[in-house]
C-alpha cells in the first residue's frame, strides 16, 4: 500500500486548507485511516482517524472543533478538512493506515504517506 499526501501549503492565521491522501490499494471497511503531524523538534502527533467502513470519526484534543476528517470510498481518498488555523498547527501532516482498529498512537499504523508541509503564519 502507497500512500500518497498532497493539499499542503501557506496560510494565514485563521484561514482554512484541505489536505488529501490517496491510497494506491483498496481501503477495506475495516481499515482505519488517520492523519499525524509531526512540527520541527516535536514528537508526532495524532491528529484524526476515521474508520473505513463506519466512518467512526476521532479526534486530537488540539484540533477537535477545527478540523474534519472524511473519507471518499470510490476514490480510495481521505481527507482532512482544517478550518481555524492556528500557528501552532504548522507542521509535516502524515497520512497513514492501520487494520489494527482505530488508535491515535503511530506505532499501531502499518503503512504511511511521505507527509505534506502545512504552514500557517501569523
Known amino acids: 500500500v502507497q500512500l500518497q499526501a498532497s493539499g499542503g501549503g501557506l496560510v494565514q492565521a485563521g484561514d482554512s486548507l484541505s489536505v488529501s491522501c490517496l491510497s494506491s490499494?483498496?481501503?477495506?471497511?475495516?481499515?482505519?485511516m488517520g492523519w499525524f503531524r509531526q512540527a520541527p523538534g516535536k514528537e508526532r502527533e495524532f491528529v484524526a482517524a476515521?474508520?473505513?467502513?463506519?466512518?467512526?470519526?476521532y479526534y486530537g484534543d488540539s484540533v477537535k472543533g477545527r478540523f474534519t476528517i472524511s473519507r471518499d470510498s470510490a476514490k480510495n481518498t481521505v481527507h482532512l478538512q482544517m478550518n481555524s488555523l492556528k500557528p501552532e498547527d504548522t507542521a509535516v501532516y502524515y497520512c497513514?493506515?492501520?487494520?489494527?482498529?482505530?488508535?491515535?498512537?503511530?506505532?499501531?499504523?502499518?503503512?504511511w504517506g511521505q507527509g505534506t508541509l502545512v504552514t500557517v503564519s501569523s
Open positions: 497513514a493506515a492501520s487494520y489494527r482498529g482505530l488508535s491515535t498512537v503511530a506505532n499501531e499504523y502499518e503503512f
Open positions: 490499494a483498496r481501503i477495506y471497511s475495516s481499515s482505519v
Open positions: 476515521i474508520r473505513w467502513g463506519s466512518q467512526l470519526t
